[in-house]
């Protein structure tokens, strides 16, 4: 069939100029943002448009056609007003140049099945850092010559099998590769570019990963990145939540002290509804006996003397002698935590959805919100969704100080 004019001019991006020659082997890489597959959904529906395209979208793994690019191409075809585009559940087709997108996850192929896709002249694959050695092996050899496969892709580790593909193949002529981020995208969105600037800000390894493109670092297994260490005052209205955690021979029993609200003018105002959680006391130490606990306790705050025995205290419950020692040596006001499936995960979250501001003098603190992690695994360096036991007393503190703040959050929302 003779093919269509081209009836549609589409605006690209500099950085993706070079991907407009239809090379064998074309890779996009790079951070959130960047329009990697606005670019390739333009181009292939421009393709379809100007010439005969029989193109598979495929990835990794797709369970059901929600996991596809299908939407992203009815919106570019809606977008530009274009008419001849057949869509049904599973493909889209452009009569007047009889052309063909499918949607395929690459892993429920077999060497079989993969012949359907021989005939095929374009392939591109979305999240081309999840394919595995074996759908690439599949897949290459099935686009036979004169076709094109469009890589588009996020960064995850130097060993992933499209990284290698394409560094082992720079500088071959059939190879063609641009990294794009966010900076590149004259269109970049208002409001991902407030998303870049709080990561920014609070995350740096986050914002290397995953606005600039950068490999994941082993620093992602640290579980706390929304904290900074700075000198506050404490407002004399603080609402303040204690927390305490027991230790003895090795373990450390620590106490700490935070309070919530915002940040006006470098200020600390308590609020309830805040999104600032503000450490400004702690206490640690190693081998204190169950008789000096109470006095320890007392010096939380030299400046007012005994506080900790006057406000709502919530501790470790699985220790239930030494909260009952407390309270018959003056902390009437302290409680156990509530413990349960979960609970752990469940804190740590909650604690995550703030920004947290740690007072410099809270050094054992600081510490642990910089070591806290999740464990990794020591073969594959995977990142595991298992909480390291270690490193987190002063955060269980953290956690049992917010527990009732938590929980009735949580009611909050049910009822609602």
Same mark, same amino acid.
């Given at each position: 069939m003779k093919p269509a004019p081209r009836t549609l001019r589409v605006e690209t991006p500099r950085v993706f100029l070079p991907l407009l020659e239809k090379k064998r082997f074309r890779g996009a890489s790079g951070g959130r943002g960047s329009g990697k597959s606005h670019f390739a959904g333009e181009d292939l529906i421009l393709?379809?448009?100007?010439?005969?395209?029989?193109?598979?979208?495929?990835?990794?793994?797709q369970n059901s056609i929600k996991d596809s690019v299908k939407q992203l191409l009815e919106d570019?075809?809606?977008?530009?007003?274009?008419?001849?585009?057949?869509?049904?559940?599973?493909?889209?087709?452009?009569?007047?140049?009889?052309?063909?997108?499918?949607?395929?996850?690459?892993?429920?192929?077999?060497?079989?099945s993969i012949k359907s896709l021989e005939g095929f002249n374009r392939m591109w694959a979305e999240e081309a850092q999840t394919l595995s050695q074996r759908s690439l092996d599949l897949a290459v050899?099935?686009?036979?010559?004169?076709?094109?496969?469009?890589?588009?892709?996020?960064?995850?580790?130097?060993t992933d099998p499209v990284d290698r593909l394409f560094h082992e193949n720079k500088g071959d002529p059939d190879f063609v590769w641009v990294e794009a981020n966010y900076y590149d995208n004259p269109w970049f969105p208002e409001e991902l570019r407030r998303d870049m600037e709080r990561d920014k800000r609070r995350d740096p390894d986050k914002y290397a990963h995953t606005w600039l493109g950068r490999y994941m670092s082993a620093s992602e297994a640290r579980v706390?990145?929304?904290?900074?260490?700075?000198?506050?005052?404490?407002?004399?209205?603080?609402?303040?939540?204690l927390g305490a955690d027991w230790g003895f021979s090795v373990d450390p029993t620590t106490l700490v002290r935070c309070f919530i609200?915002?940040?006006? +003018?470098?200020?600390? @105002?308590? /609020?309830?509804?805040?999104?600032?959680?503000?450490? &400004?006391?702690?206490l640690h130490k190693v081998g204190l006996e169950i008789?000096?606990?109470?006095?320890?306790?007392?010096?939380?705050?030299?400046?007012?003397?005994k506080m900790a025995r006057e406000w709502p205290m919530c501790a470790d419950s699985a220790r239930p002698e030494t909260i009952s020692y407390m309270k018959r040596h003056g902390y009437g006001r302290i409680k156990p935590s509530i413990k +349960?499936?979960?609970? @752990?995960? /469940?804190?740590?979250?909650?604690?995550?959805?703030? &920004?947290?501001?740690?007072h410099p003098r809270c050094v054992h603190t600081v510490d642990e919100l910089a070591s806290y992690s999740w464990k990794t695994d020591p073969k594959t360096g995977e990142i595991l969704p298992v909480l390291e036991d270690k490193k987190n007393h002063v955060i269980d503190a953290l956690r049992y100080a917010l527990e009732s703040t938590r929980r009735g959050s949580y009611t909050l929302a049910n009822i609602s």
């Open positions: 393709d379809c448009v100007e010439t005969h395209v029989r193109c598979a979208c495929v990835r990794e793994i570019k075809i809606e977008k530009h007003g274009l008419r001849g585009f057949t869509i049904t559940e599973r493909e889209i087709v452009y009569r007047p140049t009889d052309s063909l997108i499918i949607f395929r996850g690459l892993q429920n192929h077999t060497a079989s050899p099935t686009f036979r010559s004169g076709s094109s496969l469009l890589f588009t892709w996020n960064p995850y580790k130097k706390f990145k929304n904290y900074t260490v700075q000198e506050f005052e404490t407002p004399n209205n603080a609402r303040f939540h609200g915002f940040l006006r +003018g470098g200020m600390p @105002v308590p /609020d309830p509804k805040g999104d600032k959680l503000f450490v &400004d006391r702690e008789d000096n606990t109470p006095a320890f306790f007392d010096t939380l705050d030299p400046a007012r003397p +349960g499936q979960g609970s @752990v995960k /469940d804190g740590i979250e909650f604690l995550k959805n703030f &920004d947290i501001i740690v």
